[in-house]
């Protein structure tokens, strides 16, 4: 059965920490690992993670992934209030599935 | 206008009610899909058009009845739900169903009662 573990499942820190946000997986047939980023509603694209290694940086926000031990972290540095949300891990499978993890839920305090 | 949207964006009803809910991407793209998200659970795959096809149904109850007349339009048709319905529907779009980036509307959230 397929199975993503998040964790954690909620963190609370303060504006300028840096924080990582662990992914951990087990699917059938592996293709490719998905972060969305969940605010009040819509889920919005952050990164695809194809290769391992291979780290994906947009701004403050960072991810890689590692395909030998299945897992995908993602790094915020210099935390910003803006940055509270749910962060949802989704690895995707050959068979054009997405399982999208519980989440970790983010908030930054002022 | 945003590339997802989705009316209503609220929604109560009764459990011998009869509605739907309707979703429209401005995207061109070719695939469509409606997620559950449940209090504390991870969003839930419910189903997969592509191309006007549905191509996954992920052993969902007959009250939920989707339908894709084009390939811009999804609905999910709504009869004699539960409350345990209770959740926010999304609905996604991407280019193909091959292709990964999906691209969320803002979601109805439904209270049965």
């Known amino acids: 059965e397929d199975k993503v573990v998040q964790s954690p499942l909620s963190l609370v820190v303060h504006e300028g920490d840096t924080v990582t946000l662990n992914c951990s997986y087990e699917?059938?047939?592996?293709?490719?690992l998905l972060w969305y980023k969940q605010e009040k509603k819509a889920p919005t694209f952050l990164f695809m993670l194809?290769?391992?290694?291979i780290e994906k940086k947009s701004g403050r926000l960072s991810s890689i992934l590692d395909k030998k031990e299945l897992f995908s972290i993602l790094n915020i540095t210099a935390t910003q209030t803006g940055d509270s949300a749910v962060y949802l891990c989704?690895?995707?499978?050959?068979?054009?599935?997405?399982?999208f993890g519980a989440g970790t839920r983010l908030f930054v305090k002022a | 206008e945003t590339g997802v949207t989705q009316t209503p964006r609220h929604l109560v009803m009764g459990m011998t009610n009869k509605k739907s809910l309707k979703c429209e991407q401005h995207?061109?793209?070719?695939?469509m899909y409606w997620y559950k998200q449940s209090a504390k659970k991870p969003l839930e795959l419910m189903f997969v058009?592509?191309?006007?096809?549905?191509?996954e149904n992920n052993s969902v109850p007959s009250r939920f009845s989707p339908e894709c007349p084009n390939s811009s339009h999804l609905f999910l048709h709504l009869h004699t739900l539960q409350p345990e319905d209770s959740a926010l529907y999304l609905c996604?779009?991407?280019?193909?169903?091959?292709?990964?980036?999906?691209?969320f509307g803002p979601g109805t959230r439904l209270l049965v009662l």
């Open positions: 058009y592509s191309l006007e096809e549905r191509v």
């Open positions: 995207l061109g793209h070719n695939a």
């Open positions: 699917v059938t047939n592996f293709r490719s």
């Open positions: 996604a779009s991407s280019q193909a169903r091959t292709i990964e980036t999906q691209y």
């Open positions: 194809t290769s391992s290694g």
């Open positions: 989704a690895p995707r499978t050959g068979g054009f599935k997405t399982i």
